[in-house]
């Protein structure tokens, strides 16, 4: 996996940089998904937050609190942070409150990455559902990007969602299902007067499409039911624990590794992860 | 100083200590286990008020409350921030690191050697927590070795002991009608300074102070298999005895709370119309809320889960990521447990598996 980046010891991790909202997409029909575009009011916070896919930020609503978001923009998409937010608990639904122009704290970035040396060259599966594509979307956009597209093989895109309402990033999956590079297959649990896409769960899906293990990786997220089935899937397909990447949510407060709450026995989700292989999660309690 | 030669063993007599604490109060703060309504704890101390109860020339016993809070406190604000969203540390993060201002006087061993625990989390390398941190660098730690160990101790048995001197910057031990004074660092050094009253060392001194050390060692009667229970929990995760192990706790959090080397924590915000301030407060893994996602998943869902955090967080994760128990055997939350869950026990049950 990838390193965490660390902070200096004179860096107070605990105060976070001031960013303001700058754009508020609405994701999803019920209105329960926003994607928040977010700049630094000090332009100097670009040197200290400098990222990868598969990190989060702890974000934070002054007077309400903190929650740790994984941040669904691409470091090579400058200038902006990107965070795709359910309203679940009180900071996501002040968040969710909150207008363009809000003043909202961000620090980080935490946690390891997507081990994106390791993936060079190879093929690259994304199995995503629901809200769990966001954190694949840092990662999709990076390898899609003019100046990092060559590094990786072929991409596939296996996403799903209840229904067509709940589906994210409508405008980029329409964007990926465009490009000849991409192989891209969007499904939805039932069938819906006007679909046109598949109809069946992720796991169905992904074993109906059968991508080969030789060269690849799949980065998996979504609800732990879901990814409880890819994963035995994936082995069904002939992958191996070391070709299969997840990213974990676990309720953190600190962020960095001092708070206590968010381990799988002896690993911090903050520290150590959030991305861990399957290879890994094997070897880890199943507590989470 | 007097006139002490370079390696000879330090006395100072026990009438003198009061004096010895009013020399520490004209310099720097004075933190010592003081009475609050039953309950001892280390706070601000003046004069001969040194300890709880009497004698100015008695070791003072060990504090209820843990020695951490004077480090990492129950409750603290990190930050204030105003409705503009303008942001200011908590003073606390920003106070000079390179001089001492404070003593915690009349630690006892174990309390001193949680310090050294703690160091790993919160002055850990990647990460420092700038509020522990220089409360840390900023105070002296003076350390009376136990001459009386409880029926709850097992200090000997995760690495300690009444005579430990880790985490301390000056020690005194029991020598008859003297203590024995032993400098361990530069900070303890400079507590000496300019106090007259220490003296070289005797024999009477040394032979007192020998006499005293045979009577207490032993006296920590708990012999408690903790390599044995460390090296059956590394795979114990899945195993059934902790069905059975937790079945008196109440998640009180007692045990959490009281204890020298736990450090979890929570942070939230206390709003005001004009601002606020981001608060952190202790928390502990024996709660259901301290793993409740806000999707109603928690991981943790029963006692029984939360139980075997704590045991597998001191005797096996911390292990693993730094190579120590996160125990030093002070017995508090044996002494308090109010079901008399004996965390001995537990290690004891492991231990057999």
Known sequence: MGQATVTSASVNPYVPELAVITKITRETDANDVKTFRVEFRDASAWERFRYMPGQFAEVSVFGVGEAPISITSSPTQRGYLEFSVKKMGRVTTALHYSPEGTVIGVRGPYGNTFPVADMQGKDIIFIGGGIGLAPLRSLINYVLSDEHRGEFGRVQIIYGARSSGDLVFKAELERWGARADIDQVVTIDRPEEGWTGRVGFVPAVLKEVAPRPDGAVAVTCGPPIMIKFVLSTLTELGFAPEQVVTTLEMRMKCGIGKCGRCNIGSKYVCRDGPVFTYRQLLDMPQEY | ?353
């Open chain 2, 1 to 353: 100083m007097g006139e002490r030669g370079p390696g000879k063993a330090l006395a100072m007599n026990k009438r003198d200590l009061g004096a010895f604490v009013r020399h520490l109060a004209a310099s720097y703060t004075v933190l010592a286990p003081i009475d609050e309504g039953g309950v001892t704890r280390f706070a601000v101390a003046g004069g001969d008020d040194i300890r709880g109860s009497g004698d100015p020339e008695s070791v003072p016993a060990l504090s209820k409350r843990p020695l951490k809070e004077i480090f990492f406190p129950q409750e603290e604000v990190l930050f204030a921030f105003d409705a503009g969203g303008k942001v200011e540390a908590a003073a606390g993060a920003a106070a000079p690191a390179d001089e001492v201002t404070r003593v915690a006087f009349g630690v006892r061993p174990c309390d001193a050697r949680s310090l050294t625990l703690l160091d790993l989390v919160f002055d850990a390398a990647d990460y420092k927590d700038p509020y522990y941190v220089s409360r840390r660098q900023s105070t002296a730690v003076v350390t009376f070795a136990c001459p009386e160990p409880g029926v709850a101790c097992f200090c000997t048995s995760v690495g300690g002991g009444p005579y430990d001197e880790t985490g301390s910057d000056l020690m005194f031990a029991e020598a008859g009608d003297a203590y024995l004074v032993r400098p361990l660092s530069a900070k303890g050094e400079k507590l000496l300074c300019g106090f007259d009253a220490v003296r070289e060392a005797g024999d009477a001194d040394l032979e007192a102070a020998r006499e005293a050390e045979a009577r207490v060692v032993g006296r920590v009667s708990a012999d408690v298999p903790v390599d044995a229970a460390v090296s059956k929990l590394a795979g114990a995760f899945g195993n059934a005895a902790w069905d059975d192990v937790h079945r008196k706790c109440l998640g009180c959090a007692v045990c959490t709370y009281l204890c020298p080397t736990c450090h979890c924590f929570d942070i939230g915000d206390e709003a005001t119309r004009a601002g606020g301030e981001r608060v952190r407060n202790w928390d502990s893994c024996m709660f259901p809320l301290f793993t409740l996602h806000a999707s109603g998943h928690n991981p943790r869902p029963s006692r029984k889960e939360r139980f075997r955090q704590r045991i597998m967080h001191k005797f096996n994760y911390f292990v693993e990521n730094n190579g120590r128990v996160a125990c030093v055997g002070c017995g508090r939350c044996v002494e308090n447990c109010p079901v008399n869950l004996d965390v001995r026990k537990v290690l004891e049950a492991f231990a057999a598996l």
